[in-house]
């Protein structure tokens, strides 16, 4: 069967037909993933395209209806004008009607707004109409309303649309202007304007074809619209209108022209004309016209890509089961070396495979198995050893653990390890970790299987480690004790000196003491706050060098030694060579701390009148030595004390050694009793500029 199985592998492997039909069913498969997002996006972006569109042709309704609106208004203005311009005719000055009657039956042939004009008494008492002969009977003034305005402002008012008049056959909208002399009100001008030629306006007044326009005086009468400039004629009134007036505010309502064509509209007041409106209205089915084409293309889009993703599927689930056949076709093929390759990654492993059978309380296991225990083994194939022989080779407690290993992998079934140490002639005493588990059932679990490993490095490594955070906790403590003996010893005194300065200053003042005594203690007490500030900058740059970022590594080096020199006397003599060229920030902030630690050591044991500082830049490293003409001491008891726990872990010399070497430097100590000191410091930089590059680029 597995042989079977591998020829059928070998075959597709050489025949060139199968992977072409792979490569276009894989080349389907794309298509259909990038056509269905296309197909979706190009639809959802037809539909926002529509809907922008929508929104424009609002916008348009809106600038539509600001033109109309002052179109009407400035006509309404006009007529206005020209209505007071006849009022003030110098006929009426001496009551001369005959002449103001030719005159205004001049004006209104000439005006095309114009219907009829006639003056009227305060009393009501029309006294002549320019339709009528002079001097014929008149019968009563009709929309007293604007007739009344007249007499209570005496302005010019524009009424509504009037009733229906059968002498002419029209209903007229009055425009009424008062006739006023030497203070007092003689006559009421009226004007009877046609509500066709305010159609005509509204026609004339720039809406787009097929846009509709309607007019609407104070009491909702319709008194002109489009494209119907007819629509004076009619009495009835449109709900919807009547609504849209109501709402006043309201800037996007439905209505319906008397065609029964839908329309979405806006409105806008008429100014001077006492509660006249405007309205235009953009036609729904022209303003959702292109929302719906966008829909209906929405809509199949989104079936197509149904359709092609229904496609994909069967594409894909082919797909996968081919690939679910070549796998494991593979998997067979790759079974039979898993064998020849698990001896191979033993053996280059160094690990001892092993048995270890409770039932018969032996153990059986390779050669490197035995030679890891320090057993005696056959040349070839397993050697079996009986379990109280290996438990003999441990020490009691961990003869314990392994057996307790032993059981935990009875009794879960699961893989456990256990570690313990040997001792040999040859090595002494060294760490081996035992790995395996116990197959079968629960009831039937006695033997398990292993690997045996050497691991005396890695339990060496975790000593080291161990030992480094102990020393670098303790270190971090001293730091911790030294920070707080120069807040108490030196800020805690200054701040001390400062307060009680305040204080004497204040009952001074108090006192009224004389200015140049209080000018003295202020004084003093300036410099007490500027050696506080000088402390804590001391104090915060021994924390974090920021001197290392602002100045670079040599010139915080040379600021450093400079102040180092004025604050406690000493001579330093420093010389830098290759400076043109930067650190890593890690070997920057490792030489500053080399420098700092150096100088703390002179400072603390050398008694030294002079230090002599040399640090060095080239192509493949770093060269730092430090000198000094103090008292010397023998650098092998130094080190034996730091060993045996004569000095502080993590000071001086050993935390100069411990810094070099996390950079893979090396350091040497060159001193006698009496000769003072010099320490050379060598810190490779090839791989730390590699690095360097690398962030940079």
């Not at 019968?139 to 005496?154: K, N, Q, Y």
């Not at 006023?180 to 026609?203: K, N, S």
């Not at 930067?582 to 030294?608: C, F, I, M, W």
């Amino acid at each position: 069967m597995r042989a079977s199985m591998i020829a059928e592998l070998s075959n597709r492997l050489s025949s060139g037909s199968g992977r072409s039909k792979e490569a276009v069913w894989l080349f389907t498969a794309l298509v259909l993933t990038a056509a269905i997002p296309v197909l979706l996006f190009g639809g959802w972006m037809a539909y926002i395209t529509a809907d922008q569109e929508r929104s424009y042709a609002r916008q348009a309704a809106t600038e539509a209806l600001t033109q109309v609106a002052h179109r009407i208004e400035g006509e309404i203005s006009h007529e206005i004008q020209v209505a007071e311009t006849l009022a003030s005719s110098a006929a009426l000055d001496d009551g001369n009607l005959g002449d103001f009657y030719r005159e205004a039956k001049r004006i209104v042939a000439a005006r095309p707004l114009w219907e009829t004009a006639f003056l009227t008494k305060p009393d009501r008492e029309q006294v002549l109409n320019v339709l009528r002969p002079l001097g014929a009977p008149l019968g009563p003034v009709t929309d007293s309303e604007s007739f009344d305005a007249v007499l209570r402002t005496r302005k010019p008012a524009l009424g509504g649309l009037g009733p229906y008049q059968a002498s002419i056959g029209k209903r007229l909208v009055a425009l009424r202007v008062p006739v006023i002399r030497e203070g007092e009100l003689r006559y009421i001008l009226t004007v009877g304007l046609l509500p066709d030629q305010i159609g005509t306006i509204l026609g004339q007044a720039g809406l787009p074809a097929g846009w509709a326009g309607t007019v609407i005086d104070a009491k909702d009468e319709i008194v002109a619209r489009t494209p119907d400039a007819r629509a004076a004629s009619a009495s009835a009134k449109t709900p919807a209108v009547q609504e849209a007036i109501a709402r006043g505010g309201s800037n996007s309502l439905r209505t319906q022209t008397r065609e029964g064509m839908d329309v979405e509209t806006v409105h806008r007041g008429l100014a001077g004309t006492e509660g006249w409106s405007v309205h235009v209205g953009v036609p729904v089915v022209e303003l959702n016209a292109p929302v719906s084409r966008s829909l209906r293309l929405l809509v199949g889009g989104t079936a197509a890509s149904v359709g092609l993703a229904i496609a994909l599927g069967l594409v894909i689930a082919r797909e996968i089961a081919q690939r679910r056949r070549m796998e494991a076709l593979q998997s067979a093929a790759a079974l039979l070396d898993s064998e020849k390759r698990g001896a191979l990654a033993i053996d280059a492993a160094e690990l001892g495979t092993w048995r270890w059978d409770l039932t018969a309380n032996e153990f059986s296991g390779c050669n490197r198995f035995g030679a890891l225990l320090g057993l005696p083994s056959a040349r070839s194939g397993e050697t079996r050893w009986s379990a109280d022989r290996i438990f003999a080779l441990l020490e009691p407690a961990h003869r314990a653990a392994l057996a307790s290993f032993g059981g935990a992998c009875l009794e879960s079934g699961k893989s456990g390890s256990v570690e313990f140490p040997v001792q040999s002639d040859d090595r002494g005493e060294y760490w081996l970790r035992a790995a395996g588990r116990a197959e079968g059932p629960p009831n039937r679990r006695h033997v398990i299987h292993g690997v045996l490993a050497d691991i005396d490095i890695l339990k060496r490594a975790e000593a080291e480690r161990s030992h480094l955070l102990r020393r670098l906790a303790s270190a971090q403590e001293e730091e911790q004790r030294r920070i707080s003996r120069e807040l108490h010893d030196q800020i805690g005194q200054t701040v001390t000196g400062l307060s009680l300065g305040l204080k004497a200053l204040e009952q001074g003042l108090a006192k009224g003491s004389n200015p140049e005594a209080a000018t003295e203690q202020v004084r003093w007490l300036e410099q007490l706050a500027a050696q506080i500030g000088r402390d804590i900058h001391r104090t915060a740059s021994d924390l974090r060098p920021t001197a290392i970022d602002d100045l670079g590594i040599f010139r915080a080096i040379e600021a450093y030694a400079a102040e180092w020199q004025e604050r406690y006397g000493v001579r330093i003599d420093i010389q830098t060579f290759g400076r043109d060229n930067s650190l890593p920030p890690d070997v920057a902030a490792v030489l500053y701390r080399l420098v700092q630690e150096g100088l703390t050591n002179v400072l603390k044991h050398a008694s030294a009148s002079k230090v002599s500082i040399v640090l060095e830049k080239k192509s493949d490293g770093l060269a730092l030595v430090l000198e000094d003409d103090g008292v010397g001491f023998d650098p092998e008891s130094v080190s034996r004390n730091a060993m045996g726990g004569g000095q502080p872990s993590g000071l001086g010399l050993s935390g100069m050694k411990e810094r070099v070497a996390l950079l893979g430097g090396t350091i040497a100590v060159e001193s006698a009793p009496g000769k003072g000191s010099t320490i050379f410091v060598q810190i490779p930089l090839e791989g730390q500029e590699m690095e360097v590059q690398e962030t940079g680029a």
